[in-house]
C-alpha cells in the first residue's frame, strides 16, 4: 500500500494579489483523535469569498497562516477508534472553512455531511455555499408565490446561475441582468429574460415582464447597481443584497426608500448557518444534494487544476468572463 503524500496549499500574509501568496507545501497531519476522521479531498471550488479572504477584504478572515478553501466534498480514508456513524470510503461534504485546498483534512465526524456515492463530485463540491444561497434568497426573504417575477443582477454568476435553475424548478419566472452585452450568453438555461444594465433598465423590465409586479430584487454589485434593481421592483419590494462585485457600498435613493416604500436589506450565509437549527441544515442540503445528483442543478466548469497549478487556479479564478468555475482537484479528477 502506497504511503499517501500530504500537501496543501497555505498563505501566510494577506494582499491584493491571491497567486503570489499561496503556495504548495507538504504536510504531516495530526494523529486523529477521539471522533476525528481524515478525509481525501475530491474536489475543491475557487469561490469569490475564497479570493476576499486572501486580499482580506471578506467580513470573517482565518487567523494566519491559512489553508484556502471554504468547501469542498472528500471521501473518509481513516477513522478514530470508536467511530460507527461513518464508515471508511464514505462520501462527505467538508466543513465550511476548514482549508480545502489540501490533499486531505481533518475533522469532527459529527461535522461531516454524509453524501451518497451517487452523483458527479465536482458538481457537489460546490454544494455548502452557493446552492444554499441561492435557495435562502428566494425562499426566506419573500414569500413568492408560482409565477412572480424576480429580478437579479450578476446572473452570470454562479449564484446567479443556481437562482435561475431553482426558480424555474419553483415556477417562478426571472429577470436577469448582467454589466456587459458578452455576458448574456453566459446566463443559466432557463432564464425568462436577459437584460444588460443600465440607466433605463426599469423601463426595459417592464417591457419584459409585461409591467408585472416584482416584489424581490437579489443585489450582489452594489453601487448604483443596488438602485436600479430598486426602480425596477413594485412599490413595497425588497431588494437583498450578498454581495459587492462592482466594489462600492449599496445606493439606494430617497424616492425609492421613502416614496416607493422599497426596503433593503442583506443577507450572510455564515449567519444564517449561525442561527438555523440541525434538521433545517439537513433538509436544505439534502434537497439540493438530490437535486445536483438527479442533474437537475448544476454549475459550468471552466477549468479544473490540480493542486500544484494553484497559482494558475488562483490567477484564472480572479479573471472575469470565464464561463464557469475553477476547481481544484487536489488527488486527481476523481472517478
Given at each position: 500500500m502506497n504511503t499517501p503524500v500530504y500537501r496543501r496549499a497555505r498563505y501566510a500574509r494577506r494582499g491584493p494579489v491571491p497567486h503570489e501568496l499561496v503556495q504548495v507545501e507538504d504536510f504531516t497531519p495530526p494523529p486523529l483523535e477521539a471522533g476525528q476522521v481524515r478525509v481525501e479531498v475530491l474536489a475543491a471550488p475557487i469561490n469569490p469569498s475564497d479570493l476576499m479572504t486572501i486580499t482580506g477584504d471578506y467580513g470573517q478572515l482565518p487567523p494566519l497562516p491559512a489553508v484556502g478553501g471554504n468547501e469542498g466534498v472528500g471521501r473518509v480514508v481513516e477513522a478514530a477508534p470508536g467511530l460507527d456513524a461513518i464508515r471508511e470510503g464514505q462520501r462527505v461534504l467538508l466543513p465550511v472553512g476548514i482549508g480545502t485546498w489540501a490533499t486531505h483534512v481533518t475533522a469532527r465526524a459529527d461535522a461531516l455531511v454524509p453524501l451518497p456515492d451517487a452523483g458527479?463530485?465536482?458538481?457537489?463540491?460546490m454544494l455548502a455555499i452557493n446552492p444554499p444561497t441561492a435557495a435562502l434568497l428566494l425562499q426566506d426573504i419573500v414569500d413568492l408565490q408560482p409565477g412572480e417575477w424576480v429580478?437579479?443582477?450578476?446572473?452570470?454568476?454562479?449564484?446567479?446561475?443556481?437562482?435561475?435553475?431553482?426558480?424555474?424548478?419553483r415556477g417562478l419566472r426571472t429577470v436577469n441582468v448582467v454589466r456587459r452585452e458578452a455576458a448574456c450568453a453566459q446566463v443559466a438555461g432557463g432564464a425568462d429574460a436577459v437584460l444588460v444594465d443600465g440607466d433605463d433598465l426599469a423601463e426595459r423590465v417592464r417591457g419584459a415582464t409585461d409591467g408585472a409586479k416584482i416584489r424581490l430584487g437579489i443585489d450582489a454589485v452594489g453601487g448604483a447597481a443596488t438602485d436600479r434593481l430598486a426602480q425596477a421592483l413594485a412599490p413595497g419590494g425588497t431588494v437583498v443584497n450578498y454581495g459587492a462585485m462592482g466594489g462600492g457600498a449599496c445606493e439606494l435613493s430617497p424616492l425609492a426608500l421613502i416614496f416607493?416604500?422599497?426596503?433593503?436589506?442583506?443577507?450572510?450565509?455564515?449567519?444564517?448557518?449561525?442561527?438555523?437549527?440541525?434538521?433545517?441544515?439537513?433538509?436544505?442540503?439534502?434537497?439540493?444534494?438530490?437535486?445536483?445528483?438527479?442533474?437537475?442543478?448544476?454549475?459550468?466548469?471552466?477549468h479544473r487544476f490540480g493542486l500544484d497549478a494553484i497559482s494558475d487556479?488562483?490567477?484564472a479564478a480572479s479573471q472575469g468572463g470565464r464561463g464557469g468555475k475553477i476547481v481544484l482537484v487536489p488527488n486527481g479528477d476523481p472517478a
Amino acid at each position: 500500500m502506497n504511503t499517501p503524500v500530504y500537501r496543501r496549499a497555505r498563505y501566510a500574509r494577506r494582499g491584493p494579489v491571491p497567486h503570489e501568496l499561496v503556495q504548495v507545501e507538504d504536510f504531516t497531519p495530526p494523529p486523529l483523535e477521539a471522533g476525528q476522521v481524515r478525509v481525501e479531498v475530491l474536489a475543491a471550488p475557487i469561490n469569490p469569498s475564497d479570493l476576499m479572504t486572501i486580499t482580506g477584504d471578506y467580513g470573517q478572515l482565518p487567523p494566519l497562516p491559512a489553508v484556502g478553501g471554504n468547501e469542498g466534498v472528500g471521501r473518509v480514508v481513516e477513522a478514530a477508534p470508536g467511530l460507527d456513524a461513518i464508515r471508511e470510503g464514505q462520501r462527505v461534504l467538508l466543513p465550511v472553512g476548514i482549508g480545502t485546498w489540501a490533499t486531505h483534512v481533518t475533522a469532527r465526524a459529527d461535522a461531516l455531511v454524509p453524501l451518497p456515492d451517487a452523483g458527479d463530485p465536482v458538481q457537489l463540491s460546490m454544494l455548502a455555499i452557493n446552492p444554499p444561497t441561492a435557495a435562502l434568497l428566494l425562499q426566506d426573504i419573500v414569500d413568492l408565490q408560482p409565477g412572480e417575477w424576480v429580478i437579479q443582477n450578476a446572473a452570470n454568476s454562479a449564484v446567479g446561475g443556481y437562482v435561475v435553475q431553482l426558480a424555474k424548478a419553483r415556477g417562478l419566472r426571472t429577470v436577469n441582468v448582467v454589466r456587459r452585452e458578452a455576458a448574456c450568453a453566459q446566463v443559466a438555461g432557463g432564464a425568462d429574460a436577459v437584460l444588460v444594465d443600465g440607466d433605463d433598465l426599469a423601463e426595459r423590465v417592464r417591457g419584459a415582464t409585461d409591467g408585472a409586479k416584482i416584489r424581490l430584487g437579489i443585489d450582489a454589485v452594489g453601487g448604483a447597481a443596488t438602485d436600479r434593481l430598486a426602480q425596477a421592483l413594485a412599490p413595497g419590494g425588497t431588494v437583498v443584497n450578498y454581495g459587492a462585485m462592482g466594489g462600492g457600498a449599496c445606493e439606494l435613493s430617497p424616492l425609492a426608500l421613502i416614496f416607493r416604500g422599497i426596503t433593503l436589506r442583506g443577507f450572510w450565509l455564515a449567519r444564517w448557518f449561525e442561527q438555523s437549527t440541525a434538521p433545517q441544515r439537513a433538509e436544505l442540503f439534502g434537497a439540493l444534494a438530490r437535486q445536483i445528483i438527479e442533474g437537475t442543478l448544476h454549475a459550468p466548469v471552466a477549468h479544473r487544476f490540480g493542486l500544484d497549478a494553484i497559482s494558475d487556479a488562483l490567477t484564472a479564478a480572479s479573471q472575469g468572463g470565464r464561463g464557469g468555475k475553477i476547481v481544484l482537484v487536489p488527488n486527481g479528477d476523481p472517478a
